[in-house]
């Protein structure tokens, strides 16, 4: 059927290439813009075995081939094979594709350089020295941004059945285009359709990370290509939502989840019924009502968190101390209000923008870097010991100022502050924002802002609390002092997380650039109390230096996942082997889910490790999360095609015993006795 596609779209393309105008624009008839080879791991694969043949090709500029699915528009590469007898090809492999988006209409395309890859399998029986002439002739649709052209070659080779050598540097250019290709997820999916919306959850570690979450189906009638993509997290799943196609076609789904960075990960859904998790498919001003309740009840309840209640506290007595003028209470509240608001709504936007670009952020998203997070400890330790009593500033605590000015800058603090924080009913409130619609999503942001601020809002415009407020008193310092517990409670918070993102070095110097800081600060103080002029300098040359320290912190590097004496290689494995010890080894991801559910239910069970040592098992770990291909050749060879991979090795065994992929912790203990 496709080919009489390919003989339309040809016809098609020599009769608007010959039309007015488009004679000097048109590729000339007959000239290639995907340049393609062949290539085989091995040119003298075993009789019986199996070799991997590439398929490399490269666009000229401006021109783009498309993956199986080519989304909107386009076509996948066919591939007709001609073997000696006995000789198959498997289906052809693909790299995780990109994204480009024309006229409204989305593909999914490789613009630069890309291989396929296909498994060749040699009949048994063949003779060493038996020619094998392999020749594949490739139907594909190449396009510009302007213009596409259905393109075919016959391409190659000779190989020769032998004892199946592979050259080094082919090995590590085949090592290279196997870690393109997506990773088997060990998992299936659930795919569930309400009314125009389909949402897809994906088994995933809520460890892992992902940088650019985007499903690319096998097939259409499933999503609506072109429409963006929202990804939420419900504990171990991933889900996405997006719009169904618009004409669906029911049914089980496959494709790419794309993790950012040319990452990949292939799966199956099945369709059913997704819990734990909001649907996302009410859109309604019911749904938009109920967030921002829930978004507005969140921010208030913030307000008795250690990292805003001195801030408000504060700002209330100030407004005490000021007096009853009912306008100047009310400007006050107004412009701490809309501070607060402010910041809260700005946060949404470069949330939503985060998301639009496929990143995985949630409230408290800059907190991910550990630059942001020494800022905010420069910010609150600064608080803490003003509070304390150790220098008096209008500035960093705005909360002495009065004025309009003051307020809003109070506001904004107190909002920024709030970050690191998270109370009751934000977490869903926050969670629906992040699938409604850009304007109802920022109007829930508004909500919890208005939440921070209703306290001080009752204050500036009810009388009676003003009234009900103590009158101002030596008390006041002696609260303040109270009120610094808190602000040097969430300052060490800070320290800790910063200690988490950077080590010790990175938390070193915060808390030193905090140091720098309040010296500065209290040396300002002890100027302005003297009486000297420009009292401030100190203060300002200190927050430089501080600053400075700050932005060089930089995210710790990671740490192995296993150790030198346990990380697998064949070498080990060997080596364990010729020591006559029963050998366990396991083969792991971090985006595995199944894997992780084995390693805690059972791996890393106290009673499983102490039988291993009782029978002198010794256990290697093979790490997948990177697409190791030395493992990956390894793994193929038990015939998986991805992870969870438990091998038991028992003393002389010629070959592993192969486990099943949910494990228990008796059928381990098991092992060796």
């Known amino acids: 059927m496709r080919g009489w596609f390919y003989i339309l779209m040809t016809a098609l393309f020599m009769l608007v290439a010959t039309g007015p105008g488009m004679a000097e624009s048109a590729p000339a008839p007959g000239a ?19 070799t991997t043949l590439a398929i490399v090709a490269t666009p000229d500029k401006g021109w783009h081939g498309y993956w199986k699915n080519g989304g909107d528009a386009g076509l996948p590469t066919e591939a007709h094979w001609t073997l000696p007898g006995g000789a198959s090809a498997g289906e052809l492999r693909y790299p995780v594709p990109g994204r480009l988006k024309i006229a409204g209409l989305m593909n999914y395309v490789y613009e630069r ?7 060749l399998s040699v009949p048994a029986g063949m003779a060493k020295g038996t020619p094998l002439p392999i020749t594949v002739k490739l139907d594909y649709l190449v396009c510009t941004d302007t213009i596409c052209v259905p393109e075919s070659q016959t391409l190659s080779t000779k190989l020769t059945v032998g004892d199946g050598a592979i050259d ?14 997506p990773k088997p997820l060990g998992g299936d999916g659930v795919i569930e359709t309400q009314g125009k919306q389909v949402r897809i959850a994906v088994p995933l570690p809520a460890s892992v990370v992902v940088k650019d979450a985007y499903f690319y189906p096998e097939r259409s009638g499933i999503i609506d290509h072109a429409a963006p993509q929202v990804m939420t997290r419900s504990g171990d799943q991933l889900i996405l939502t997006m719009p169904v196609a618009a004409v669906p076609t029911p049914g089980p789904a496959s494709g790419v989840l794309s993790i950012g960075e040319g990452q990949g990960l292939s799966f199956a859904a099945k369709p059913g019924t997704i819990a734990g998790a909001s649907s996302g498919t009410d859109r309604g001003f019911g749904a938009i009502a109920l967030a921002f309740l829930g978004a507005v009840l969140g921010g ?58 496929g990143q995985s952020a949630g409230w408290a998203f800059q907190l991910q870097d550990p630059r942001v997070i020494g800022i905010l400890l420069l910010l609150v330790a600064g608080i803490a010991f003003n509070l304390a009593g150790l220098f008096e500033l209008p500035t960093p605590a705005f909360a002495g100022r009065s004025g309009a000015m003051g307020s809003f800058a109070t506001g904004a603090l107190a909002a920024f502050v709030a970050t690191p924080c998270s109370g009751p009913f934000m ?14 999503a920022l109007a829930v942001f508004a909500g919890l802002g208005i939440g921070i601020a209703l306290p001080f809002l009752a204050i500036g415009f009810v009388p009676a609390l003003r009234r009900r407020l103590p009158k101002p008193g030596m008390w006041m310092v002696r609260l303040r002092h109270i009120l610094s517990v808190p602000m040097f409670l969430t300052a060490l918070a800070l320290a800790w997380i910063l200690g988490q993102e950077a080590g010790v070095t990175g938390m070193t110097l915060g808390l030193a ?42 995210p710790a590097a990671a740490v192995a996942k296993t150790s030198a004496d346990t990380a697998f290689t064949e070498a080990k494995l060997d080596e364990l082997r010729k020591q006559n ?90 092992l060796g006795a």
């Open 513 to 554: 650039a905090a140091l720098i800081a309040s010296l500065g600060f209290w040396w300002t103080g002890l100027r302005q109390h003297g009486g000297k002029g420009r009292a401030g300098w100190p203060a300002v040359v200190a927050l430089v230096l501080a600053v400075a320290i700050v932005v060089t912190v930089k």
């Open 113 to 119: 350089p890309f291989t396929l890859l296909v498994d």
């Open 427 to 440: 977490a869903g409130a926050l969670g629906a924002a992040l699938v409604l619609p850009a304007a109802a």
């Open 168 to 181: 080094p540097a082919t090995r590590t250019e085949f090592d290279r285009w196997r870690a393109a290709l």
């Open 581 to 670: 010890r029963p050998v366990f080894a396991y083969f792991t991801a971090d985006w595995c889910l199944s894997c992780k559910v084995n390693e805690a239910a059972a791996i890393e069970r106290s009673s499983v490790r102490d039988a291993f040592a009782r029978n002198k098992v010794a256990v290697l770990v093979g790490d997948w999360t990177d697409g190791d291909p030395v493992l990956g050749r390894f793994i193929e060879r038990h015939n998986r095609a991805g992870v969870p991979l438990y091998l038991y090795y028992a003393p002389g065994a010629k070959e592993p015993q192969v486990l099943p992929q949910v494990l228990t912790p008796s059928m381990l203990e098991k």
């Open 300 to 357: 208030l309840l913030l307000n008795i968190m250690p990292c805003v209640f001195p801030i408000l506290s504060l700002k209330a007595l100030s407004l005490a101390k000021g007096g009853g003028d009912e306008r100047h209470a009310r400007t006050e509240a107004l412009a701490y209000t809309a501070g607060v608001v402010l910041v809260c709504v700005g946060l949404g936007v470069v949330l939503l923008a985060l998301r639009a670009g």
């Open 32 to 50: 290639i813009h995907l340049a393609m080879r062949l290539i085989a791991e091995s040119e003298t694969p075993a009789a019986g075995g199996r």
